[in-house]
């Protein structure tokens, strides 16, 4: 999106074919209403960028099928040359005839035509520049099929279109629709407004519409059609006065046999233009994020940079992109149906240019300083209030105007220089995600880098393979309630993107629920198939590691053991309901992490949740788990069996921010080994968990550590199921026990270590070697034969426990112990790996001096 300058907002608005209630399409659901089908196929216009068109930048629905586009907008165009009677300079009409060309050019090179030109859809910026608008309403509508209402203005219309006459997908009397108009159709266009530049007049406007038809379609006789419409409308001396080259490019417009007319490009490479084209500096696409092209800014900063802001009449917010002002306009109250409406105006263009809370914003917020340690919150008129805004609901904070506008140019400077600020951005991500970014945030922060685009067009896409029947069945039942995702471009673009994934990872198969997982990566990059795919075939390695094999009932059922024993791990109590009354994870939790909740919630929820989710590693997903069950608890621990399956069969409003909130602390409480996975991904580098050292004491995802002697051993999926509580490995117990005794800010607010390490082998046993501040409770000495607890000094020491992390230490792997905790509800339990003989080589062990 280019800069907002001295353009404005501008707003049109038409209304879709209404389609009939009682008709179903042939696979027996109701038809998608013609207004879904022009908001998908809408865009692809936002992506289109190019000095000659006005950009378009965003679209909505209303009642009744209307439409509302929001579109770059200036106040001049060339009916005010029209309506002022004004005779355009010969250069001027080169000029601006090159200008439309080029912008036909690039559409043309993009498969759509104009088909709409007119003299109001011609606007010129402040410098007289050619802006073309409404460029895209043919293409949006399937060529006019999704409307009542013909395309273009017959005074304008090519011959050609003018012979097919209408067409409406509903006339009976109309069985083959007409084909579409091609670029040549718009070069017509456009010779009838040089001709009217040049006489000064409009063209056809004093007869009627059948008699206008009529002498257009007679034109076809005629060898010179310039000449003829001079003299028809008496301006036959002022045109003879033309230089050749501007005769020679009107007759090249007005030729009447398509078949002989130029296209935009031949016209832009013609001989006319030699005086003019020299003038102009051939277009170039901005390189994007994800390319094999190196990326750079120009900047021109001054000696002193505190001189950078000094300007306090210089309008920064109109050097913001176009789609960041809209979205902060709709951020600060903004209403487009109440715009039309207090203009009495439906197909116009008001200008939207009410911004009143960002007029107080300092210029130092547009220059955010990258490498300035303290907050990342500019100073400005409202600091204090920003900086109270960090600490406010996530909701609210996606709502106030100034706060995003400072997060939104915040996250584009870092994200314009990723990858060298991957850490920035993985630190600013911890706040808080805007919205408008979340979809190169979320790349960011899943590694994506290299030439997206080639690898994606590289895939076979096309060819027929088994899996199509299966995904064409799914598509439609995916996150339907969402206009995007349920248009016919967004199934398309659906089909594309998992079918590359399923063609590009022949040792996986498509699973149902991948369709899920595809469905915020591709909301978020509808318009770049490329980086919705990078990002998906990112994620799935990550967190769902061999989920998609043929066969992954072992990786299943290894992931839904480890679920129960975090459930175990955290909730004690509810785990022991669970359990008595049969309700396994297996019941209700293979939805969820087989699709990473994106089944579950709605659209809304899931990019909140994975705003954290991607910031965390592999066993999130887990503690995910556990606060949705916790949320649920008091309803799921005074019913049975059969209320608890009818609960899960329609899930309860879950709070989504509470739910991050509660998942963040879980994450912290849990050890690193203790959601060891043999079937997880293989060792990477090890890392930053993304939360940061501030937030937990457990810093980087396990499975991602290399192996050593004191790593977790794999278990057989029989002996990991017969155990309530995780393991923890050897290294984690050391790294944790010298945590607990490094000072106060390792400690509980009572002054506790947030560990205990419980030693349950004989007195003897003890006296030759513990962990240093372990406290030895032998087995038999605190649990009766039917496993109630005794009073006793041993039992004391276990309740005053209750809150930390307790490690069960033992020869080799007795986990009665742990289990028996478990049954008494005694949360934060686990084992430790491979028992004290796993330490007897480290040196670590306490030998207690004799007593003399």
């Known amino acids: 999106m280019r800069p907002l300058k001295d353009a404005q907002l501008g707003a049109f608005t038409f209304f879709a074919s209404a389609l009939p209630h009682d008709v179903c399409g042939s696979n027996g659901l109701p038809l998608t209403p013609n207004s879904i089908k022009i908001l998908g196929r809408f865009q692809i216009l936002k992506t289109l960028t190019h000095p000659r068109l006005c950009q378009y930048v965003d679209i909505s629905r209303g009642k009744h099928e209307r439409l509302i586009v929001v579109a770059e907008h200036y106040e001049s165009s060339l009916s005010d040359f029209q309506k002022r009677g004004i005779t355009a300079s010969p250069e001027k009409v080169l000029q601006m005839a090159y200008e439309v060309l ?96 040049c006489a000064g007049r409009r063209l056809l406007q004093n007869i009627d519409i059948s008699e206008r038809l009529k002498f257009i379609l007679t034109l076809g006789c005629m060898d010179d059609i310039v000449t003829v419409l001079a003299e028809e409308h008496g301006c036959l001396d002022t045109i003879k006065e033309l230089p050749e080259n501007v005769l020679e490019l009107l007759r090249k417009c007005l030729t009447f046999l398509p078949s002989k007319r130029p296209t935009p490009t031949d016209l832009l490479r013609d001989h006319v233009f030699n005086g003019v084209s020299c003038l102009y500096t051939p277009f170039q696409k901005p390189v994007s994020l994800f390319s094999s092209s190196l990326r750079c800014a120009h900047l021109e900063l001054p000696e002193d940079i505190s001189e950078l802001c000094k300007d306090d009449d210089e309008d920064y917010l109109s050097e913001r992109a176009i789609d960041e002002v809209y979205h902060l306009w709709c951020l600060a109250g903004g209403d487009l149906e109440k715009e039309l409406t207090n203009k009495e105006i439906i197909q116009s263009k008001p200008p939207i240019c009410t911004l009143p809370k960002l007029k107080d914003v300092a210029g130092e917020a547009y220059y955010p300083l990258l490498e300035d340690e303290q907050s990342s919150l500019p100073q400005s008129n409202s600091s204090n209030e920003l900086s109270a805004t960090v600490t406010l609901p996530l909701i609210i904070r996606e709502r106030d105007t100034e706060y995003q506008l400072i997060r939104i140019i915040l996250f584009d400077r870092l994200l314009k220089a990723y990858p060298y600020k991957k850490n920035l951005v993985w630190k600013e991500a911890r706040v808080d995600i805007p919205p408008l970014v979340r979809g190169l945030a979320w790349a960011a922060l899943l590694g994506i880098e290299g030439d997206i685009q080639a690898k994606y067009e590289s895939i076979d896409k096309d060819t027929p393979i088994p899996t199509d029947r299966q995904i064409e069945v799914d598509i439609p039942r995916c996150h339907q309630y969402d206009e995007l995702l349920s248009s016919p471009q967004g199934h398309v673009k659906f089909r594309r993107v998992l079918k590359a994934w399923v063609v590009s990872h022949p040792d996986l198969v498509y699973w149902q629920g991948l369709d899920s997982l595809c469905a915020p990566f591709l909301y978020l990059n509808f318009n770049n198939e490329a980086l919705a795919y990078a990002c998906m075939s990112a994620f799935i390695p ?131 080994s203790a959601t060891y996975r ?14 940061g050292k501030t937030a937990t004491y457990y810093s980087s995802d396990y499975q991602d550590m290399s192996k050593t002697d004191l790593s977790r051993e794999p278990l057989a999926l029989c002996d990991l199921k017969a155990e309530v509580s995780p393991r923890i490995s050897a290294e984690d117990l050391i790294d944790l026990c010298e945590l607990s005794l490094a000072g106060p800010t390792k400690r509980t607010r009572a002054g506790k270590p947030k560990i205990v390490a419980v030693d349950i082998r004989s007195a003897e046993d003890f006296s030759r070697g513990h962990i240093s501040g372990s406290v030895n409770i032998p087995f038999g000495t605190v649990f009766s034969p039917d496993g109630e607890l005794v009073q006793c000094p041993a039992t004391g020491i276990l309740q005053n426990s209750r809150g930390r992390v307790i490690v069960v230490i033992c020869h080799a792997m007795k986990s009665a112990f742990a289990a028996h905790l478990v049954k008494v509800n005694f949360s934060r339990v686990c084992i430790l790996d491979g028992g004290i003989n796993k330490l007897k080589s480290t040196g670590l062990l306490t030998v207690p001096s004799p007593q003399i």
């Open 102 to 197: 080029e912008g036909l050019e690039f559409m043309n090179k993009h498969g759509m035509v104009h088909r709409a030109l007119s003299g109001h859809n011609v606007l010129l910026d402040c410098k007289g520049n050619v802006k073309l608008a409404k460029f895209g309403l043919y293409h949006m509508t399937d060529h006019g099929a999704d409307v009542d209402f013909p395309i273009g203005y017959p005074s304008y219309l090519a011959p050609e279109v003018i012979a097919q006459g209408s067409f409406h997908p509903s006339d009976p009397s109309r069985d083959v629709a007409p084909l579409p108009s091609g670029p040549k159709t718009d070069v017509w266009s456009l010779g009838v407004l040089l001709f009217e530049l």
């Open 678 to 691: 043999q079937h997880a991904q293989p060792p990477k580098t090890a890392g930053d968990n993304g939360f």
């Open 542 to 672: 990550k967190y769902l590691y061999n989920f998609f094999l043929k066969d992954n009932s072992h990786v299943i059922q290894e992931y839904l053991t480890v679920f129960s024993q975090m459930i175990a791990f955290h909730d004690p109590e509810l785990s022991n309901h669970l359990n008595e009354i049969g309700f396994i994870p297996d019941l209700y939790a293979i939805p969820w992490f087989l699709t990473m909740f994106t089944h579950v919630f709605p659209l809304h929820k899931i990019f909140h949740l994975w705003d954290t989710l991607l910031l965390g590693n592999s066993s999130f997903p887990f503690c995910i788990g556990v606060a949705i069950l916790q949320q649920l608890r008091d309803r799921l621990l005074a019913n049975g069996f059969n209320e608890c399956i009818l609960l899960f069969s329609d899930l309860p409003e879950i709070d989504i921010e509470r739910c991050v909130r509660e998942s963040i602390n879980l994450f912290c409480w849990t050890p690193k």
